[in-house]
């Protein structure tokens, strides 16, 4: 089990490869180079926003909108409160995070078993990329040995320079994003007195599934019962685990069968749940 706090937190800048400020806290990070290697950060947009081009990764996200609505394609608008799964392969964008816009953001392997690149490397990478060309509109520009002016996708020029490869794109399991909106469902006992679920999907065929956890204040929730590493993000309410409480904007991290680990709310509070792909 790992717990990571959004106050206790530093503030990284991140994305050198886009336009616009983005100021994210991380709060727990995977094991590089594992299939399901993750970053799970929340974010907040700041110096008059931030834009990317319509493109797409080799690994998954899901998004949850915290603060403010979140234009994340042409006439694709997320609002405060929805859960957007992004899966490998599948184009998305162009994206726009006004200033202000908060939101948590898990970034993970997929299915394929490509895995994510870390933080730490791809800003490493983007450093060393800055010191042969320029970054502009989402598009790293450079030129060659031979004098010829070359155009590349940032993340896709960030990828080649961390890992020495292209990146390769798997055949996309979905035709598009999914876009949730919890408040269409209904609340479900989950078997444990005061405790309630709303399961908003299951994905591929490593069985990566995402919901929301409510839990009445007294309450308590067994954590670390799924067969793959399991992430709980607090968004509202104080919950205590193992002798401490935690208030919202907190991670937590449960391996593969590590429970079950009592959460117990010391008030109403609510979670978003993230099974990652099992392998």
Same mark, same amino acid.
């Given at each position: 089990?790992?717990?990571?706090?959004?106050?206790?937190?530093?503030?990284?800048?991140?994305?050198?490869?886009?336009? *616009? =400020?983005?100021?994210?806290?991380?709060?727990?990070?995977?094991?590089?180079?594992?299939?399901?290697?993750?970053?799970?950060?929340?974010?907040?947009?700041?110096?008059?926003?931030?834009?990317?081009?319509?493109?797409?990764?080799?690994?998954?996200?899901?998004?949850?909108?915290?603060?403010?609505?979140?234009?994340?394609?042409?006439?694709?608008?997320?609002?405060?409160?929805?859960? *957007?799964?992004?899966?490998?392969?599948?184009?998305?964008?162009?994206?726009?995070?006004?200033?202000?816009?908060?939101?948590?953001?898990?970034?993970?392997?997929?299915?394929?078993?490509?895995?994510?690149?870390?933080?730490?490397?791809?800003?490493?990478?983007?450093?060393?990329?800055?010191?042969?060309?320029?970054?502009?509109?989402?598009?790293?520009?450079?030129?060659?040995?031979?004098?010829?002016?070359?155009?590349?996708? *940032?993340?896709?020029?960030?990828?080649?320079?961390?890992?020495?490869?292209?990146?390769?794109?798997?055949?996309?399991?979905?035709?598009?994003?999914?876009?949730?909106?919890?408040?269409?469902?209904?609340? =479900?006992?989950?078997?444990?007195?005061?405790?309630?679920?709303?399961?908003?999907?299951?994905?591929? !065929?490593?069985?990566?599934?995402?919901?929301?956890?409510?839990?009445?204040?007294?309450?308590?929730?067994?954590?670390?019962?799924?067969?793959?590493? !399991?992430?709980?993000?607090?968004?509202?309410?104080?919950?205590?685990?193992?002798?401490?409480?935690?208030?919202?904007?907190?991670?937590?991290?449960?391996?593969?069968?590590?429970?079950?680990?009592?959460?117990?709310?010391?008030?109403?509070?609510?979670?978003?749940?993230?099974?990652?792909?099992?392998?």
């Amino acid at each position: 089990m790992r717990v990571g706090e959004a106050h206790s937190s530093p503030v990284n800048r991140v994305g050198t490869m886009r336009d *616009g =400020v983005l100021e994210q806290k991380y709060l727990l990070q995977g094991q590089d180079e594992s299939p399901n290697n993750y970053l799970l950060n929340v974010g907040r947009t700041g110096g008059g926003g931030w834009t990317t081009p319509r493109h797409r990764h080799t690994f998954d996200q899901v998004r949850y909108v915290l603060k403010g609505s979140y234009p994340i394609a042409k006439g694709v608008v997320m609002t405060e409160g929805s859960v *957007g799964y992004f899966p490998e392969s599948v184009h998305y964008g162009p994206q726009d995070r006004p200033e202000g816009l908060e939101m948590m953001v898990c970034q993970f392997g997929g299915a394929s078993g490509q895995g994510f690149l870390s933080a730490a490397r791809r800003e490493a990478a983007n450093a060393a990329l800055a010191k042969k060309g320029e970054f502009k509109n989402g598009i790293y520009t450079y030129v060659d040995e031979s004098g010829v002016r070359h155009n590349m996708d *940032g993340s896709e020029a960030c990828y080649m320079e961390a890992t020495g490869r292209k990146s390769v794109y798997s055949r996309p399991r979905y035709d598009d994003f999914v876009i949730m909106d919890p408040a269409a469902y209904e609340w =479900v006992p989950d078997g444990a007195p005061g405790v309630f679920t709303k399961w908003l999907g299951t994905f591929t !065929e490593r069985n990566t599934r995402l919901g929301l956890i409510h839990i009445d204040a007294g309450a308590t929730f067994s954590a670390g019962q799924q067969s793959s590493i !399991e992430l709980l993000f607090l968004s509202k309410g104080t919950v205590s685990l193992d002798g401490r409480d935690y208030g919202p904007n907190t991670g937590f991290e449960f391996l593969a069968k590590e429970g079950p680990i009592p959460v117990t709310a010391k008030a109403a509070s609510e979670l978003l749940c993230i099974v990652l792909p099992r392998f």
